[in-house]
C-alpha cells in the first residue's frame, strides 16, 4: 500500500509539472498553482515548485494557514 501511496504522489508531480510546462512554454509566463494547503502539503511539497506562485483556497476552514511566500498580483 505505501509503494501505491508514493507512486501516486510521484505521478502527480509529474502530471502537475507537466502541466505548467505546458502553459508557461504556450503563453511565455508562469502558470499560478491554485490548490488547497493540504494538497500543497501532500503532492506539491517539492523545490521544483518553488518558482511557481501559489493561490491557496481554503475550503471550510476557520483561519488561513500557509507558510509559504504570499505573492499580490
Same mark, same amino acid.
Given at each position: 500500500?505505501? &509503494?501505491?501511496?508514493?507512486?501516486?504522489?510521484?505521478?502527480?508531480?509529474?502530471? +502537475?509539472? %507537466?502541466?505548467?510546462?505546458? +502553459?508557461?512554454?504556450? !503563453?511565455?509566463?508562469?502558470?499560478?498553482? !491554485?490548490?488547497?494547503?493540504?494538497?500543497?502539503? /501532500?503532492?506539491? %511539497?517539492?523545490?521544483?515548485? &518553488?518558482? !511557481?506562485?501559489?493561490?491557496?483556497?481554503?475550503? !471550510?476552514? /476557520? &483561519?488561513?494557514?500557509?507558510?509559504? /511566500?504570499?505573492?499580490?498580483?
Amino acid at each position: 500500500m505505501e &509503494k501505491k501511496i508514493a507512486v501516486k504522489k510521484i505521478q502527480v508531480k509529474y502530471e +502537475v509539472l %507537466n502541466w505548467l510546462s505546458v +502553459v508557461e512554454a504556450r !503563453y511565455g509566463v508562469k502558470p499560478i498553482i !491554485y490548490t488547497y494547503h493540504k494538497f500543497k502539503l /501532500e503532492y506539491l %511539497n517539492d523545490e521544483i515548485f &518553488k518558482p !511557481y506562485p501559489y493561490w491557496i483556497a481554503h475550503y !471550510y476552514v /476557520e &483561519k488561513v494557514e500557509y507558510d509559504g /511566500e504570499w505573492k499580490f498580483w
